[in-house]
């Protein structure tokens, strides 16, 4: 336990006074195919995270990382197109837990991934405490492909389809209650939708402000608008899921699936910043950093840019 060493205070509408937040470190890639996005935590911790957020006025529980027990690749053959999938459940289970276990005890839990799979376990989590929170999911990526529609068998790229329920097929994944509603989820950043995801946002309403909307109203209108529509009065709990490839490939280079024409460094900053603002903030996913990808000081920009990223979701101003 890190005590703070600051006094700075803000209102949270949700969390108890002193605020404090539980980093939950989750070394973990079986959602995709890509080695090292399991040292995403370990860096952004070696970093010096849990220390910044003391320093913002935060009590800061970090215990070590999560250890998961390792399941082999022969005892998990993929199930249809699934890769890992017995690997990804169990941990996404164990994670939905440990996020929720934290949520309860009014901490707000901040999840270090690892890979986005990991959504599905925090999102669990979080919605088990608050049954009304809303999830904002910055992304490139919409991540909502089903066991149908995935053409890359990744489950990284479906967390949010078994969040909704979206797919039932999968007896591995049954634990997930689908308890996320369509109308609470927004996404922010999108530019790489496949087909068969376009299509599931599109039938079931899913709000969705692209970077052709971030281009067109700028990321201020574009955050405003977005709460608007799951948070219309600023009153209900915010689970942010922040996928560092939301951000441009020359700001957050080391992540797994870049994109470019993303999220310059302020808007990604801009978007936490404001959400903070509201007071309703209870949980907060940083995801996708991968040391092992792109040169060495790419590596310490993108995990340099995911500490600020957690910063200024925990309250961190310009002034
Ligand atoms: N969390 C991520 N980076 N997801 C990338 C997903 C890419 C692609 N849509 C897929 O389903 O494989
Ligand atoms: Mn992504
Ligand atoms: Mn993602």
């Not at 003391?54 to 070590?64: C, I, N, R, S």
């Not at 405490?129 to 990284?156: E, K, M, R």
């Not at 996708?288 to 961190?316: F, I, K, W, Y």
Request: aromatic content about 6%.
């Amino acid at each position: 336990m890190i005590m703070a060493t600051s006094t700075e205070s803000s209102v949270s509408r949700f969390l108890p006074d002193p605020k404090s937040v539980a980093i939950v470190g989750c070394p973990f890639s079986g959602g995709q195919t890509k080695a090292g996005v399991d040292k995403g935590p370990i860096y952004l911790v070696e970093a010096g995270l849990p220390q910044q957020l003391a320093d913002l006025g935060w009590q800061v529980q970090f215990d070590g990382h999560h250890q998961f027990e390792e399941i082999s690749a022969a005892s998990d053959p993929p199930i249809g197109k699934l890769k890992n999938p017995r690997f990804v459940s169990k941990v996404c289970q164990a994670v939905a837990q440990v996020v929720g276990g934290h949520a309860k005890k009014g901490q707000l839990p901040l999840t270090l991934g690892g890979d986005h799979s990991l959504a599905m376990g925090t999102i669990s989590g979080t919605l088990d405490t608050y049954p009304d929170a809303c999830l904002v999911w910055v992304d490139a990526h919409a991540d909502i492909n089903t066991p149908q529609t995935t053409d890359s068998g990744n489950i990284h790229g479906m967390p949010v389809s078994f969040l909704l329920g979206l797919d039932t097929s999968v007896p591995e994944f049954a634990w997930v209650k689908p308890n996320l509603k369509p109308n609470k989820l927004v996404y922010i950043g999108l530019r790489d939708i496949d087909a068969g995801e376009k299509k599931i946002l599109r039938e079931n309403g899913i709000k969705a402000f692209s970077m052709h909307e971030v281009d067109k109203w700028g990321i201020g209108k574009v955050v405003e608008m977005a709460l608007d529509h799951v948070n219309p009065k600023r009153e209900s709990p915010i689970h942010l899921s922040f996928d560092v490839d939301a951000l441009d490939p020359s700001v957050a280079p080391s992540t797994g699936t870049p994109v470019r024409g993303g999220l310059t460094f302020r808007e990604g900053h801009y978007i936490c910043e404001a959400i903070y603002e509201t007071g309703c903030l209870v949980a907060l996913d940083i995801m996708e950093v991968n040391p092992s990808l792109a040169d060495a000081a790419s590596a310490v920009q993108t995990v340099a840019v995911g500490c600020s990223l957690a910063r200024s979701a925990l309250g961190e101003t310009l002034l």
